[in-house]
């Protein structure tokens, strides 16, 4: 493909999640004569999950990508700056944490409206079974999330790993407000549960339960309705739902993280982008800003590079070590909480500190200078 081709591309888009959709921006805002078109099975109202947090309170990085995104999302996030770790009845609070946390459903309202305010063409509603027919263009993007159809239909090159992982999980929303990053380990007869709960708006917080598989399934979460499961975990979170229901939207079943990883980014004029091409697990809050981050290195490379092969050559170079470290930071957290049992025996101050370091992206040093006051209770605590 030559340059005098990409003066103009036509850029087909499976997938209208975070990276599909900022990519388009980013590609119509580079050149405004680029033909977009995305292709999107779900409504414009239509989601999965409730709201999402990002570590980090100043998306630094959207900000010279699109200021006018930027600014809307500023505005309709809510921030804070502690981890609340909850365990044995007590709530030990770290602050020096930069969170901010925005319903889902608002955040691709955002993109969406970017998207037509710039010309991008989405086609809502439209379920597309065989990615043949979208081929010819001059670069086709899967961002159609974790179980996508274009690494699976161009499997033998992207050479993909795919580890359904062992704990099960469910998300749903509460109107109890948690006014930080909050983990709360709570037991009963069936076992060991994790709710991570946040505040996305003004009245309402994520609330997700994880708990491994001998767990459920002694609680019988195989043979309940929603309603029941709500109920039942209610019961368990008692305290920390302090009255309040456990609300389901249309992300009710119980799942099993998927971790996804390729071998190869891209295919002849396919890439891969976002959950498609990498997932990481949601207790460090980062998918997100992986997928957004993904479009932004891609756009850059199309920026860069002459021909849409060393695009894409590009992209797979600069940004795989990037991905790959958060990758391993967002397991060794995963592989932690499926073996919590292991530390749960521990008092609520060494416990907070484990809960806090299990990523190995923070040590003792970078929590004594988020929170000299927590890593002296800690001190004196183990001492
Ligand atoms: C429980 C949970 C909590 C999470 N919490 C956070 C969090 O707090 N912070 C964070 O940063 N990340 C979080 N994530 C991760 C985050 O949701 C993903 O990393 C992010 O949505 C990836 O964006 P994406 O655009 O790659 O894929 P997706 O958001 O999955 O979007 C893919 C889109 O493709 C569409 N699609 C799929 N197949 C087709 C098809 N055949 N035809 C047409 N359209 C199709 C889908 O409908 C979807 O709209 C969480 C994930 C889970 C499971």
């Not at 888009?13 to 099975?41: C, D, Q, S």
């Not at 955002?110 to 379920?127: A, D, M």
């Not at 003004?202 to 339960?209: A, L, M, P």
């Not at 998918?287 to 756009?299: P, R, S, V």
Request: proline share 2%; hydrophobic share 40%.
């Amino acid at each position: 493909m030559n340059l005098e081709r990409l003066k103009r591309m036509k850029v087909n888009i499976i997938g209208a999640g975070p990276a599909g959709l900022y990519f388009a921006i980013l590609m119509k805002k580079m050149n405004p004569a680029n033909e977009i078109e995305i292709f999107e099975r779900d409504g414009p109202d239509d989601t999965f999950g409730w709201g999402i947090v990002f570590s980090d309170r100043t998306f630094s990085y959207l900000k010279n990508a699109d200021q006018e995104s930027y600014e809307d999302f500023i505005h309709a996030c809510e921030t804070w700056d502690d981890v609340v770790i909850g365990h044995k009845d007590q709530k030990i609070r770290i602050s020096g944490n930069k969170f901010s946390g925005i319903a889902r459903i608002v955040f691709l309202n955002i993109l969406h409206k970017r998207c037509q305010r710039l010309g991008v063409r989405i086609n809502f509603r439209t379920n597309i079974m065989d990615v043949a027919g979208l081929t010819d263009c001059d670069l086709l993007v899967g961002a159609d999330g974790a179980n996508s159809i274009v690494r699976e239909k161009y499997r033998a090159f992207f050479q993909p790993t795919l580890d359904l992982r062992r704990n099960k999980y469910i998300w749903l929303g509460t109107h109890q407000l948690f006014d930080g990053l909050t983990l709360t380990f709570r037991e009963d007869a069936a076992g060991l549960y994790v709710a991570h709960s946040y505040r996305f708006n003004k009245n309402t917080s994520t609330f997700i339960v994880e708990c491994i598989e001998d767990t459920w399934d002694k609680a019988g979460f195989s043979a309940k309705t929603e309603q029941e499961t709500c109920r039942y975990l209610e019961k368990v979170f008692e305290a920390e739902l302090a009255g309040n229901a456990l609300l389901t939207n249309n992300f009710v079943k119980w799942f099993n993280f998927l971790m996804v990883k390729n071998q190869r980014w891209y295919h002849e004029h396919v890439v891969l982008l976002g959950d498609a091409l990498h997932t990481a697990h949601f207790s460090i809050g980062s998918g997100t800003k992986l997928a957004l981050e993904d479009a932004i290195a891609l756009a850059h490379s199309f920026q860069l590079r002459k021909d849409t092969s060393s695009a894409l050559q590009d992209f797979q170079k600069t940004r795989k070590p990037i991905v790959d470290e958060l990758q391993a930071a967002a397991f060794e957290s995963l592989v932690w909480l499926e073996n919590v049992k292991n530390d749960i025996h521990l008092d609520p101050l060494p416990f907070a500190y484990k809960v806090m370091t299990r990523s190995k992206k923070v040590n003792y040093e970078r929590l004594k200078k988020r929170d000299p006051k927590f890593i002296a209770a800690y001190e004196s605590a183990v001492r």
